[in-house]
Structures are given as C-alpha cells and as structure tokens.
C-alpha cells in the first residue's frame, strides 16, 4: 500500500531508511506537509549498527544520521518522532563466537546473540541511554528473548546454569535434562530476561523519566502464540508489561499472510490475544505492531484484529528489516 494510505487512515509507519526509495529530504517533501503526524524511527538495526552517531555501537554506512536528520525535519516541520531498537538481534556481535546464541548443537546463530553476556548488557544500556538523550515520546525494544527454545547454550549459559543447579558438571544443553532440571531451566531464563529487561527500562528512565518504554514481542501462529513464550524465548509478558508499563505486539511477523476475519483462525488468533483486556485493566499501554501491509485487503485484516482487540490504533514496518529471512529461519528453528 501507499504510504500516504496509510497515513491518512491514522497508521503510525516505522521506517528503517534502507527501506525507502528516496533521500530524507525527498521523502518529507512528499509527506511532510500534512500527512506526517507521528513516525517511528529504527534506531539501532538488526544488523547491530545506528542511524545515529553512538559512542558504542558502529554507525550505519549509508545512513549515520538518518535519526537525527529525522529529528531535525520533525522539530522544522512539526511532526513526532520515537525510536526502535533492536536489542538481541545483533548480526555485528552475533559474528563473534563469544556473543552469538548457540543451538544445542553448539553451532552460533548468524543473528542472535546470546542474552546472558554482561558485556552485551553495558553495550545495550549505554545505547539506550544515548537514544532516551534524545526528544522522543516512545522508545521501543524489539527482538528481546531468547532466539527460540534450543538456544542459548554456549558455555557460559551452560556453566552458569549448572552452578544455579548446584553441580558440578555442565549440562549439555535442553535435550540432557530431566524433567525437573528442566523446569529449573525455563525459570531461570525467564529471570534472565526479566532482569535484563528491567535494566534497560530503568536506563532510559534514568535519562527522560517521561520516556514510554515499550517492550515488543512476536505474536504469531508459527511460534504457538503465547503458549511457547515461557519455553520458546524466556518471556513472561505479564511481568515484563508490568515493569515498563507498556507492551507492543507484533503480530504475524513471521506468516506471510493474517488470518481473514471471517475463519477460524481468526477467532484462534484473538483468543490468544484475551490477555490484553487483563492488562490494560491494570493500566497498562498496549500498541500492536502489524508487518509490511502490501494491499487493501491485508489492511483490512489487520485493521479488523486491532479493533477485535479493543485496538483503534496501531503501527506497521514500512518494509522489512535487513537479513529478514534469516532472522525468521532462526526464530522458526529452520537453520
């Protein structure tokens, strides 16, 4: 769909600049006058690189300035713009063997990295820190978690969890462990994350405490919906929307095509959704984020499990991010 579609419709766009087919200038010469109300920006890509200048993470080389050069426009123009990071998605550290998230095979994934490095950790806090500097309304952290249910087992992950258990060899992996060993490992990937989570919500507060930090999460039919979330990727949703106080998902990220209104699939993708009204109850912010839209009818769809949800609003990628396919090849366990 047209951009300025959408626009006019109310859709928040996410734009990551290696996605557009023209410079800044001729894209705001376009949209700019009217059309732009509030866009959010990728910050911080998959690849692990910026579209600002950081202290800490390498800048893009096409595009070092695209955010701040967006943040000039919008304070000349009049329009608002927030932040995107991506967070464990991170092809820059996933190419080191001492960062990258490792399947139980003890093969390293080409995206992820490893969510129990501490290094990576300051390296994550100092980024969001630099961008919470910024005059944004929202930052958003996306592709946190683990990358799927056999990983991480790197060495570190394996020492340390064996000395959480209290013995004295290192266990191999998931597949190695008893049924009790096992629950012991979802929980403590769960605190794992939930930690790292907090920590990067109450850096950004610490910068601008009006800051809304928004968590976001894949919701999608390929991943068995919420019921693998603990095992699959480390993640309480309702804890973590509770720490921020915000929570974004993004829905079908992975399937190509979102279930028609009037099928089955439909109501099975808004069941798995009936957890929103408990939290929103409780005050939470709930945003939906919806993937490229290619035309009217995937519009329609999308806009219709919004509103199924209690949803009028909501945000979609202007185009998928680089290394896509790769990316959802991980998540989904097909590499």
């Keep these: 769909m047209e951009l300025r ?16 087919n023209s410079s800044l200038d001729e894209f705001l010469s376009v949209y700019g006058g009217g059309y732009l109300k509030n866009i959010t920006s990728v910050v911080k890509d998959v690849t692990g690189r910026t579209y600002y200048l950081s202290k800490m993470a390498p800048a893009d080389e096409k595009y070092p300035s695209f955010f701040t050069d967006l943040l000039d426009a919008a304070e000349s ?8 990071v991506n ?6 550290y996933a190419t080191d063997t001492r960062f990258a998230a490792h399947r139980g095979n003890g093969q390293g994934l080409e995206v992820f990295v490893c969510p129990n490095k501490p290094e990576f950790h300051k ?12 005059p944004i309304p929202r930052l958003f952290l996306g592709n946190l978690g683990y990358a799927r249910k056999d990983c991480c087992v790197c060495e570190d992950c394996r020492a340390e969890f064996s000395k959480y258990l209290g013995i004295r060899y290192e266990l191999e992996g998931p597949s190695a462990m008893d049924q009790e060993q096992y629950q012991k490992w979802v929980f403590w990937r769960l605190m794992k994350i939930n930690d790292i989570v907090q920590r990067l919500v109450e850096a950004a507060k610490e910068v601008n405490r009006d800051l809304d930090v928004i968590p976001t999460f894949p919701v999608d039919s390929e991943l068995g919906f919420l019921e693998n979330f603990k095992t699959g990727f ?14 974004a998902l993004e829905i079908s990220p992975y ?3 979102l279930p028609d209104p009037d099928g089955p699939e439909f109501t099975k993708f808004v069941d798995n959704l009936s957890f929103i009204s408990d939290l929103r109850s409780e005050g939470v912010d709930i945003h939906i984020i919806h993937g490229v839209l290619e035309n009217e009818e ?8 919004a509103e199924a949800v209690g949803l009028r609003q909501f945000y979609t990628q202007m185009t998928y991010p680089p290394r896509f396919r790769t990316l959802r090849e991980e998540r989904l366990g097909l590499r």
């Design 5 to 20: 579609d959408l626009l006019v419709r109310g859709i928040n766009p996410i734009l990551n600049p290696h996605g557009l």
């Design 77 to 84: 123009i009049g329009f608002v713009v927030s932040a995107y």
């Design 87 to 92: 967070v464990f998605a991170d092809t820059f």
């Design 123 to 134: 390296h994550m806090i100092t980024v969001v820190k630099e961008v919470a500097k910024y």
């Design 234 to 247: 480390g993640i309480d949703i309702q804890t973590i929307a509770r720490t921020a106080n915000h929570l």
């Design 255 to 257: 399937t190509p095509i």
């Design 298 to 305: 995937e519009y329609s769809h999308a806009k219709a499990l």
